[in-house]
């Protein structure tokens, strides 16, 4: 009785569970987008397809077909299939599954996948508990992450799995899914509508799936057609997908600074925009800035980093909201500005020969003149003091070992004089 009971609760689970749910693919030929790790000849595909998975880490941003991936290999795969999910699974049961592992492999010489969701929540001790099973490959490891492994997963771990990077999918990919939905729903949806519901999804296909399936509802409630208007209450916010500890910080970060050394005013300010939606700490944002000014601007325009000292004061003055504004300004000013690495490239050409020579000790004309007993030993002769005398400014002030070095060397951009005009 009680299996009658549990199979007609499958059944009706089956028609109130989510759309996203529902048409999960089963199949690599109905999985959509990740071509460049799934194309019709890559590796992956081809182990998938040969039940040789080896252990693995896919990482990427929500809705992008890891669980999706997992599930598949689960499903054409002889091997016995475990799953957990690192939010609440225990030492204990790993060990769990290792045993079982074991069972399995000798009583049936039956291999175990196991399939580790949320694998950047396990902490060292956990990761270390599963390592030698994945090492002795007793186990292969399926783990599914939103965040870089590289910074969550022990490297021990890491060294002994495949990474693959899945992507957010395109605009196109989203249309394909959003038109499955409709068919699913059996709801009629002009292309402006799926293209529209594509957008909102934000390279998620759940959540493309979800807007659909929120939109349908609300027009089947009110009894008229899908509208615009539906999907766009469907779809309020995107979500954003952004860690401050993570990847994303240095990826937004990298993608800011190179925008602005590229001239790309638009690009910056999106960046800038994108990491303060997502609650990036605004004081490492002016620092970046006020480095960048001298790194990549420099005396082709000294403007620049007066501006970006000044943005990094009002973010202590001002705070947010308001000092976006000022945020932008400074942002703005630094990708239009002329651009200059002269000052950088002297820096460190001069510390690489303070490395490679020592401290060479200055010629004696430099040296203090203003203790007793210094001029017995040579110090300050020499020297011509350059506003009464204009041959101050011929003489070449390097130790006697470097010189006719140039460290600073100007490239006659913007207010940075032509390179022969130095002296």
């Known amino acids: 009785m009680s299996d009658l009971f549990a199979d007609a609760a ?10 996203a749910y529902r048409l999960r693919p089963r199949t690599l030929e109905e999985f959509v987008g990740q071509e460049q790790v799934l194309g019709p000849n890559s590796a992956l595909r081809k182990a998938i397809a040969e039940d040789r998975v080896g252990s693995m880490i896919l990482f990427g941003p929500p809705g992008t077909g890891k669980t999706t991936l997992a599930r598949i290999v689960a499903e054409t795969t002889g091997a016995a299939f475990e799953e957990l999910s690192a939010v609440s699974a225990s030492v204990a049961d790993v060990r769990g599954v290792i045993a079982r592992a074991k069972e399995s492999l000798g009583a049936h010489g039956k291999r175990t996948i196991l399939f580790l969701d949320e694998i950047h929540r396990f902490n060292r001790g956990q990761q270390d508990a599963l390592l030698p099973a994945v090492e002795a490959r007793l186990i292969t490891l399926i783990g599914a992450t939103t965040e870089n492994p590289y910074f969550q997963v022990n490297s021990a771990l890491l060294s002994r799995c495949q990474l693959y990077a899945l992507e ?52 089947g409630s009110e009894k008229k057609p899908l509208e615009a208007r539906h999907v ?5 916010k995107r979500p954003l997908v952004y860690d401050r500890a993570g990847d994303a910080h240095f990826d937004f970060a990298s993608a800011f600074i190179k925008s602005m050394r590229g001239s790309d005013a638009d690009a910056a300010v999106y960046y800038l925009a994108a990491m303060i939606e997502a609650g990036e700490d605004p004081r490492f944002i002016a620092r970046r800035m006020v480095i960048f000014a001298s790194e990549d601007v420099g005396l082709a325009d000294p403007r620049a980093l007066q501006v970006a000292v000044a943005a990094a004061d009002a973010v202590e003055y001002v705070g947010l909201p308001e000092v976006q504004l000022n945020l932008a300004e400074a942002a703005i000013y630094l990708a239009t500005c002329p651009k200059s690495n002269a000052v950088k490239t002297a820096i460190f050409s001069a510390r690489e020969d303070v490395r490679e020579h020592g401290n060479v000790r200055p010629p004696k004309m430099l040296r203090g003149s203003g203790y007793k007993g210094a001029k017995a030993l040579g110090s300050g002769e020499g020297y011509i003091y350059p506003h009464d005398d204009k041959r101050g400014f011929e003489l070449d002030y390097l130790p006697e070992e470097l010189r006719g070095r140039r460290y600073w060397q100007p490239k006659g951009v913007g207010e940075e004089p032509e390179p022969d005009a130095k002296k």
């Open 168 to 219: 957010p999918l395109t605009q196109p990919e989203l249309e394909v899914i959003v038109r499955r939905g409709a068919a699913e729903l059996k709801a009629e949806l002009t292309d402006e509508l799926v293209s529209l519901i594509a957008q909102k999804a934000g390279g998620d296909a759940r959540n493309a799936l979800n807007i659909l399936d929120l939109a349908a509802e609300t027009a």
């Open 232 to 236: 766009e209450d469907a779809s309020s």
């Open 10 to 19: 499958d059944k009706r689970l089956a028609s109130l569970a989510p759309l």
